[in-house]
Structure formats: C-alpha cells, structure tokens
C-alpha cells in the first residue's frame, strides 16, 4: 500500500498576513524534505504535500509537534485532493522573528546543541554580562557560562534583589513580586504556566494563548486567595510568560527555586543589571483579550500584524478614521455600507458610516462640560424637577458635591464617553480620583455579580436624529436619581456600562433601517474590556454582522 503516492492538502484559518505560518510551514516541510507547496487564499492558508502512505503519516505527526499555539490561528482541518494546486508559491516576507516555535526551544533546551541555553538566536558573538553598580561580576559566552549567569541572577532576585535585564524588548527591572511596591506601574511575569492561576481569574482560553507563539499579556483580575497575602494593592494586574529567550531560562530557574511571579517594570531602583553585546530589533509586547466565544482582541502591539496593512494606515491624523479604515481593510468592506462604533479610553470618541456614495461621514461626537460645577449647573437647568434633584443630591451628598465641584479637569481631557464616566464616577462619589475614575467605575462593573443593572439615560440631544452630540445631563441625572434611591455603586457602575451597550445596539438598529448599513465595526480601547465586548456581541449578534480587528490593535 505504501508505495502509492497521495496528496494530502492541510488548510489552516490564519487571521495574521505576517508570514510567519507561511514560513514556519515551509520550513518544517523543507526539514522532512517533501514535496509540497503552499498558497494561500483571504484567511485561509493550504499546505498541499505528495508522499506515499506511510511518509504522509509520518510528516502529519511531525507537522502537529513542529507548529506552536498562536493567538491568529482558528482552527484547521485536513483533506485528500487530487492534483496540486496550480496557483504559483508566494511566500510573504515576515513581520518579524517568532523565538517561541517548538524547534527554536528545542535548539535551546537540548544540552547537544550548539544553542544550548543561549539568550539570542542565531548570533555567533554573544557576550552577556553582570554587572552590580558599575563592577563586572561576569562576562560569559559559552552554554556553561550562560547556566551560571542564570543561577547567579535568579539567586539574586531569590534572596531579595531587583535586576535590570537588557531583554530584546528594551532594558526593564525584574524582581520578587513582594518588590513590586517599590515601583509605580509594573507588569507580572509567571515563571510556569502552571502558576497562573494561583494569582488570577483566569479561564482556559486565556491559558491557552499566554502560552502561544506571540507570548502575550492579559489583563486578570487578583483571585481572592492571592489577594489576601497583601502582596499587591491592585485588584487587577497585567500578566504575561517570558516573552524573550533569556528571562525563558530565567523562569525555569526561579520556577525550581520556588518564585512563582516577578514584577517587570520600565523604571525601578535595581543595584544588579544584566546586559548582551547585541541589540535586537524590539516588538512592542503585545496586550490582548480574550472573549468567552475565543474572540481575540488585540490592544497593543502592531509589530505582529503584516508591514502593508501599517503601512496603508499612517495617512490618517484622526485615531476614530484610522480604526475604521483598519477595520475597513482588514475585513474588505470598502464595497459594504457600514457603521463604526469607535470608543476610546485615550482619544475623541466618533460614530461614523461609509457608503460608497458619500464617503466616510462622522455622525455622533461626544461635547464635555467644561466643569463639575458646569455640569451640576446644567442638570438643574434642565428641568423644575431636575433642579429639585439636584438641591436634594446636595442634602444627602455633601461631602461627594464638594469634592467633585473642587476638582479641575485637565484642558486636555479627550471627548469621550470614558471621560464622561470619569465625571459620572467622580459625581456620583465611586472615585475621588478623576484619572482613576474611569478605571474604578470600570472595575465596579466586572465585579457586578448579578444579571441587570439600573438603566442609564443614554441618548442624543436630538432623540430621533442620526446625527447629533451625546447628552450627557440625562446621564448624569438618571445616575444621581438611582444613587438618592439606594443602589450601591457597584450596580450603578454597571447600569453605566450595560445601558451604554444597549444604546450602542438601539443606534445600530436605527444604523441598518436608515442608513442601510451591513455591517458594524466595533474598535477603540474601551472594547479591550471584556464584560464591556461580550455585552455587545451579546446584543448586537442577533441582527448585525459584527467586524473587530483580525491582527491590528483595537486602537491606533
């Protein structure tokens, strides 16, 4: 039987034009030496290979073994076909150098290879060296040089010490998770994947793709075990896997002397620092999220996405018009009738529609009020019982009115519904922090335990209309009208998230009857929010087909 030759044809959903798939397929069957070719159509890339029997079966388990996880691939499936494709093989250039493929590690975990250990692929010159202040403590170039800088560090964050690392990255300071106090913003680094969730919420798709090729960092929220130990104040921490080859072996090493976690910050006070006589061209880390239905979102890092698509998106000023246009490109909707949703936690806020007709057209802009004195003033105005509202939230609220009216918001401030919930959260006392108000409020929401929440006045200052400005007094009055009532502010955060879902489908709706539009693109960083994404996918997917972002941030 096994003299007959077969083709076999292997088709993978791959979201990512960055070439590495392409790449990595082409190397795996150039090692075994088969007759193949590869193409590759939209999403979909098909390794074609003829062999007999027994070489096709051979080559399908090493295929499995030699291809990592990755955040772009969705799934793959295999078929006998008759002749070979007739399309010619273009392999793309890639994006960048994927470290973390299953023969990448192999060459550096397995003692009889000449990579043995090494930090950096691929460089015949390598010079590490450790330096405490400005001494140097040891400059090795060897595997056996490289296991002792290891121990030697992981033995320094062991008993205490922070260690500035020169990764490929760029130079950031590691340390015991117990040190993270010390600095003020910093991520957290699991040294096994088998340790994630002794600090954090996390289910198993979230597992899945911190594990993968690109090597991410989620956003999680603190388990209650972990937060008891008072490691950390914050109840929600930025978590990744080494991301890089040297803090790869780093971790095995903290791993077996029983360090769980580190702290990775840009800037902290460290006495030890690591440097390698080579500069690699840095990534921006990638940040992601991950959706319940496996929806992956990426919030920064566009080194991973293909160089045309960057490219194509440097000609827009306007972040709301370049991530429409992204979406746009990267789903081909330049011949649909769509519109887009772009909230943001850093820039103006837009609701847009393209048609080819007319172009993209802006239709709803968010107005801030220019003060909390401004904005309490503009309540009363708006009716004789909002204005006895607000004499009554005064009475009950003294402390929270006196607090929100003393506070200046900065002249920068960007026009959008995040800010607005700063202001709501500030006024309504969740927060008497304006730059973390909108994060607490956002908190608040996650944590909500239950099914619904208050609804929240969201509507445009002209009701029926298409275009038109947010009003945001209506906002803020049906928030203070539920806080007189009782409602804690954890069901009042959520009221403020799960409405502003509701409107986002009501507008969509209105969207698709008037303005005939096909399909909805969501993007800005605000969707990075899980709870937030899944509410409008859960509202929206009935009646609307809905476009994210493949393999581009969410955000420009």
């Given at each position: ?11 993978f959903?791959?979201?990512?034009h ?20 590869i ?13 007999d ?14 291809l ?5 691939f ?10 070979m494709p007739?399309e010619a ?12 493929t299953p ?15 090494s930090p950096?692929?691929?460089e ?34 062991s008993?205490?010490e922070n ?6 990255n ?7 998770i117990?040190?993270?106090?010390e ?9 096994d ?9 996390c ?23 972990f ?22 072996q780093?971790?095995?090493?903290l791993?077996?002397k ?10 902290c ?21 991950v ?14 996405a ?7 998106l ?11 246009a992204?979406?746009m ?9 769509s519109s887009?949703?772009?909230f943001?936690?850093?820039h ?19 107005l801030?009020?220019i ?6 003033a ?6 004789e ?10 009475e ?15 002249s ?5 519904v995040y ?27 996650e ?9 929240i006045?969201?509507?445009l ?9 947010l ?11 539920f806080?007189?009532?009782g409602?804690?502010?954890?069901t ?12 986002i ?10 303005l005939m539009s096909?399909?909805?693109a ?8 899980k709870?937030?994404s899944?509410m ?5 997917k009935?009646n ?13």
């Open positions: 039987m096994s003299g007959e030759s077969m083709i076999l044809a292997f088709e959903n791959y979201v990512s960055n070439g590495i798939l392409e790449n990595l397929l082409k190397e795996i069957a150039s090692d075994c030496a088969i007759l193949h070719k193409i590759r159509k939209e999403s979909i890339v098909t390794l074609c290979v003829e062999a029997e027994t070489t096709l079966g051979t080559f399908a388990d090493t295929l499995s073994a030699s990592p996880l990755s955040i772009f969705k799934s793959s499936s295999v078929e006998v076909v008759d002749a007739n093989e273009v392999l793309p250039s890639l994006s960048y150098n994927a470290e973390f023969k990448n590690l192999a060459s550096v975990d397995s003692p009889s290879s000449p990579h043995y250990l950096i692929l691929g015949k010159e390598l010079h590490v060296s450790l330096f405490h202040d400005e001494k140097e403590l040891l400059h090795v170039n060897t595997s056996a040089g490289y296991e002792t800088l290891y121990s030697n560090v992981a033995e320094l964050i008993s205490g260690v500035s690392i020169q990764t490929k760029g130079s950031f300071v590691f340390g015991k117990e040190n993270s106090t600095c003020k913003a910093f991520e957290v680094v699991a040294t994947l088998s340790v994630v969730e002794r600090m954090v919420v289910r198993e798709n979230e597992i899945k793709a911190l594990a993968s090729l690109e090597r991410p960092a989620i956003r999680f929220k603190v388990n209650a075990l937060a008891q130990k008072g490691i950390i104040t914050q109840s929600r921490v930025t978590l990744r896997l080494a991301d890089d080859l040297f803090l790869y780093l971790s095995k090493h791993f077996a029983g360090i769980q976690f580190l702290f990775k910050a840009s800037s006070k460290a006495t030890y620092r690591v440097s390698v006589s080579v500069t690699q061209n840095a990534l921006e880390p990638l940040l992601i999220s959706l319940e239905n496996g929806a992956i979102l990426i919030l920064k890092g566009s080194d991973y293909s160089t045309a698509l960057k490219t194509s440097k000609k827009f000023e306007e972040p709301s018009h370049a991530a429409f992204s979406i490109q990267e789903h081909q909707l330049f011949d649909a009738t887009c949703f772009y943001s936690t850093l103006n806020d837009r609701m847009m529609h393209y048609s080819k007709e007319h172009g993209m057209l802006n239709l709803v802009e968010i801030l009020p003060s909390f004195t401004e904005l309490f503009e309540v009363e105005r708006s009716s019982s909002a204005e006895r509202l607000v004499a009554h939230y005064k009950q609220f003294p402390e929270i009115y006196a607090k929100a009216v003393a506070i200046k918001m900065p920068d401030t960007p026009k959008s800010s607005l919930w700063k202001m709501m959260a500030i006024a309504l006392g969740l927060s008497d922090d304006f730059e973390r108000a909108g994060e607490q409020l956002l908190e608040n929401a944590d909500f335990g239950g099914l619904k929440g208050p609804r006045d969201y509507f200052q002209k009701e029926d209309a298409l275009s038109s400005d009003d945001y007094v209506r906002m803020l009055r049906s928030g203070m009208s806080k007189l009532a409602t804690d502010n954890t009042l955060s959520f009221g403020y998230m799960e409405s502003l879902s509701y409107f489908s009501d507008l969509a709706d209105a969207h698709k009857e008037n096909t399909k909805i969501l993007c800005g960083s605000l969707f990075g929010y709870r937030f899944e409008i996918i859960k509202n929206l009935p609307h087909t809905i476009c994210f972002n493949k393999e581009l941030p969410i955000d420009q």
